[in-house]
């Protein structure tokens, strides 16, 4: 615990890099919308990831028009400590900076048209903190998990007062994870101001096209592997019903089914509140409370924050190699009983200044033993903004999978991030995550695919916003 709050005292991180959160809440959604003019920098850091040292320069520029706005970043980093069990360019250059199509592709941080909830909305770039509906599919994903991997995924959403779109693609070089959620408001169609109004009706669909079913090592192939791969689909219907839209408190029902293709099948039953403060201040809370039922071959938020991870390493019980997909198809037709779970998640938010949030997940599943454990996710995030100059953001998502010595129950996924401005033009800051690598061995039938590594930048920006 001592050497992570260490770790939590060091890094930069870039004024547009600034956004973490742990729950279905963006705190700085709000104002967004209002960035307007073009912006350029430099960032120059020390940085440390795992056992190496390396000395970055990020170079920057941004344009936010009313409704388009697109980012650019060029990274240099050069290694301090080079050795052998890192490829280099010149001696110095990481190799894997620059030795895939999805490294060019990263030079667009972002490009969007539009905002979240608009009539139509494009937003290409780092999936951070994805819901799709109310998360029972894709809950709180993040794709930037793994180290020299950077993913520019795609959203898309069509809202109308009569039916809609949200639409998801975890990465473009090449994608994994593709689908969308429609819905409709059936009463709209007869009276947009009836109280019936209220009622939507969704279906989603989503698909891992290219999810691992199996993982050999010790042949030729990627990586070292031979991956067997299919396409993984699940899709879900859902209901939802506003049933009080008072001026200071909302309260909204809602039901999700799930199937997952040639597996289980899952139910989640939920209530949303949203409480606004009757104060000067714009103050609410926002809470979620749901309860679930599944069969044994079935996972609540299968594609959740560690899936870039879990899609190929699970739960590492008997078989170290085994996928998320392979644990749970060993689970089909098996004769479980249906097991059961809840989900409840807290907000306070004073829009601009000061957000705290976090969320608790129990669930039952079974083991490799075919006996029932408990999985429990926990999340918790701070975003705050102290004296128009200091920025904090933190945010922590634990996750057990029941089984002693699993690295997914000691290792977190988490950000930390302190900036301060110390005028217009320059801001220091550091910052700490942790990033996860592919590191194929083989000793003595021993295979490590995804390590956890932790990484710290701290660092000086520089810009000019015109």
Not at 2 to 17: G, N
Not at 94 to 117: K, M, Q
Not at 388 to 411: P, R
Request: hydrophobic share 35%.
């Amino acid at each position: 615990m001592k050497k992570i709050c260490r770790i939590f005292l060091f890094f930069l991180i870039l004024v547009s890099f600034s956004k973490v959160y742990a729950v279905d809440f963006d705190p700085n959604e709000a104002y967004d919308r209002f960035k307007r003019g073009f912006s350029i920098g430099g960032n120059l850091s020390f940085k440390g990831e795992d056992k190496y040292y390396l000395l970055e320069l990020d170079l920057y520029g941004s344009a936010e028009f009313s409704m388009l706005g697109f980012g650019v970043g060029l990274p240099i980093r050069i290694i301090m400590n080079p050795d052998d069990d890192i490829d280099t360019s010149g001696g110095v250059f990481p190799t894997e900076d620059w030795d895939d199509a999805r490294d060019w592709v990263a030079i667009l941080n972002y490009f969007h048209y539009g905002h979240s909830g608009d009539m139509f909305y494009f937003y290409f770039g780092e999936q951070r903190n994805r819901y799709v509906g109310n998360g029972s599919i894709v809950g709180a994903y993040y794709g930037d998990l793994r180290l020299f991997h950077p993913q520019r995924g795609v959203n898309l959403e069509v809202n109308t007062d009569y039916a809609g779109l949200d639409f998801f693609m975890d990465d473009v070089t090449p994608p994994n994870v593709i689908g969308g959620r429609v819905y409709i408001k059936p009463v709209s169609f007869f009276s947009k101001e009836n109280y019936g109004n209220n009622l939507e009706i969704g279906a989603s669909y989503f698909a891992d096209v290219f999810a691992p079913d199996g993982i050999k090592g010790g042949e030729p192939g990627d990586d070292g592997r031979v991956i067997s791969k299919t396409n993984m689909q699940i899709f879900g219907f859902d209901v939802s019903f506003r049933v009080l839209a008072m001026k200071y408190y909302q309260l909204t029902p809602y039901t999700d089914i799930n199937k997952i293709v040639d597996a289980g099948t899952g139910m989640h039953f939920g209530l949303k509140h949203k409480l606004m403060l009757p104060t000067s201040t714009d103050m609410q809370i926002l809470s979620r409370w749901e309860v679930r039922a599944m069969e044994a071959d079935y996972i609540p938020s299968y594609f959740n924050t560690f899936y870039d991870i879990e899609r190929e390493y699970y739960k590492g019980q008997t078989n170290p190699s085994q996928t998320k997909l392979e644990y749970l198809m060993s689970y089909v037709d098996s004769g479980k009983n249906w097991t059961a779970g809840y989900y409840l998640d807290l907000v306070f938010d004073i829009t601009g200044t000061f957000s705290i949030g976090g969320s608790f997940e129990h669930n039952k599943l079974y083991g490799y033993d075919a006996k029932k454990y408990d999985n429990y996710q926990i999340n918790i995030f701070l975003d705050t903004f102290l004296f128009d100059s200091l920025a904090i953001d933190f945010l922590i998502t634990l996750q057990s999978l029941g089984e002693n010595d699993h690295w997914l129950k000691n290792q977190p996924y988490f950000k930390a991030s302190v900036i301060y401005y110390m005028n217009k033009y320059i801001s220091i800051g550091a910052l700490a995550d942790s990033k996860w690598y592919l590191s194929y061995k083989n000793n003595g039938g021993s295979y490590e695919y995804y390590p956890p590594y932790k990484s710290f930048s701290i660092g000086a920006f520089a810009g000019l916003r015109f």
